[in-house]
């Protein structure tokens, strides 16, 4: 039997890898997409989930959710991806039009219908997950698991030691850690060994003629921003996340107590990741150490050479 999979996303040029990713591997099935606000508007991300399901034929359900954080005003704009949240990259129009359910209704009854099944997997700011924990108490009888691309056991990109995705809304962050849903956190510690060099960079890109030309000029915009970040090569956050839950074999985890800063300091959305041994708190998040890169750029390579 298929994995059933919920992703919750913000697309963004890395969530579009991701989903190319996704709706090519035989062994998931991806019930909906949910979107939220983080790389651009709530606006802006929904068109562009629409536009993915239409442009690569993905046929499922978009959900548009959360257009801002639990509690504090939203304060991060990414550069990252553009105003259009595409890398400037212009996709036809979509035709497709977003189904009538907020995103947080969607998770639960999608999770409830199937009884433990549904994988729930985050790619942007955590809102939509949060909301629907905080609306529906038994969500947790029905949801499997829930992998967040977010967070970080060392550093951050949207702030010394925070990630953007869990920067953006820490309360949500910190209601998915109570939530006694198994979460796994695969954040920038991990997805960042999954940086592909200069060299790498060529190789894949030698006969960019077997890309989308839109992906590669996509693509190029990120990999300029992650330059002019002092960044060599390019990682794509959310496809190697993607790659965690499409193979698990790839990635090295622990089981740990994570938590959460709320407070609006310089440490406002660092995932606390406690490693110590002698630990005595609530182990509470599988939290990915590493990614095997070879088996993992390949995968890549090959999501980007045959759409
Ligand atoms: C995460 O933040 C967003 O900019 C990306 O899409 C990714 O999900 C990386 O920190
Ligand atoms: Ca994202």
Redesign the pocket.
Known sequence: MKREILIDC?P????TIALMMAFKDPSIEVIALTTVF??ASVEITTHNALILNDYFKFNVPVYKGAAIPLFHPRKYQ?I??GPNGMGNVDFPAPTSKVSPKYAWDAIYDEAKKRGKTLTVLT??PLTNVAIAILRYEDLKEYVKEIII??GSATKG?AKPFG???VVNDPYAMQVILNSQIPVTMVG?NATETTRMTEEEHKQIFADASKIDPLIVKMLTHYKGVQGMYGDNGMVI??AATMAVVLHPEWATSRLLHVDVETIQNSMYGRTIVDIRKHSKLIKNCTVVETIERAPYLKHLEKTLKEN
Do not use: F
């Open positions: 913000d963004g040029i890395d969530d983080g790389n990414s990252v991806h790619l942007g691309m977010g990109n990630e953007s995705n920038l956050h959310d």
